[in-house]
């Protein structure tokens, strides 16, 4: 479960994580998964949910919303604010905004900006029931997190992160305390995962024997598969 950058859930705070087919609520006492039912947009999903889940609480200090939906980054010093929604449709493509509300967070510790959407009618829904809700990508939060993480650990081998939702496939990897690389590729096979991450393993020259693959959301088939090719994997 992901909490809010570095810092834990605290009892007031209420995580909403938003992704193509589902949702999930998480407090410090109890997480809630739901997936939209066949034939049932997210967008009715959410309404109904709202109004019946006993987690949803008016009176939350804080809610952040995390959506899990490609993004992009770009240096600190080389963003423009007037050119990012362009930028954002050149790399995810001219109709990556139909529908969706572009959005961006400055992540100071891995020196970007990024740059990510959400669903214009799900943001809509949430912010008239907590209209002091901050919306995250969730991607850029991973990261965030992930950095004080690999700070912490010891040696000199390297770390390529892998973190998998079913559609797509994101890869990041620090050097030296920096953010070194971070992509997503679409890969909902798991023969496309493998060749995704050996590829990224391969371009960022991580050896075999030496450096360490982590995977963050426990994928024991992705694990079992990557275990014939390298030779170091961790979950977290």
């Not at 909403?16 to 066949?38: E, L, M, N």
């Not at 939350?60 to 990012?84: G, K, Q, W």
């Not at 929604?85 to 990024?114: C, F, N, W």
Request: glycine letters at 4%; a negative charge; hydrophobic letters at 40%.
């Amino acid at each position: 479960m992901l909490g809010t950058g570095n810092k834990q859930l605290t009892v007031q705070e209420l995580s909403i994580r938003i992704y193509s087919d589902g949702f999930s609520f998480s407090t410090p006492q109890s997480q809630k998964d739901v997936k939209a039912a066949h034939g049932k947009s997210l967008h009715e999903a959410l309404e109904e949910a709202f109004a019946a889940n006993a987690l949803l609480r008016p009176d939350y200090e804080e809610v952040n919303i995390y959506a899990d939906y490609p993004s992009t980054r770009i240096p600190l010093d080389e963003f423009r604010s007037e050119e990012a929604q362009a930028l954002y449709r050149l790399t995810l493509g001219q109709d990556s905004l139909t529908g969706m509300k572009m959005h961006y967070e400055m992540l100071p510790a891995l020196e970007v900006i990024e740059v990510f959407a959400i669903e214009s009618d799900i943001e809509e829904i949430i912010l008239r029931h907590y209209p002091h809700a901050t919306i995250h990508s969730y991607f850029g939060q991973l990261m965030n997190r992930m950095l004080a993480r690999d700070k912490r650990m010891q040696g000199d081998n390297r770390r390529l992160y892998a973190h998998t939702n079913g559609r797509q496939l994101f890869l990041f990897s620090y050097n030296d305390g920096k953010l070194q690389f971070a992509n997503s590729f679409e890969a909902s096979s798991l023969s496309n995962q493998v060749y995704f991450l050996l590829y990224a393993w391969k371009q960022l020259g991580l050896q075999q024997a030496k450096d360490t693959c982590i995977l963050l959301d426990n994928n024991k088939e992705l694990e079992a598969e990557l275990r014939r090719y390298l030779k170091n994997i961790e979950c977290a």
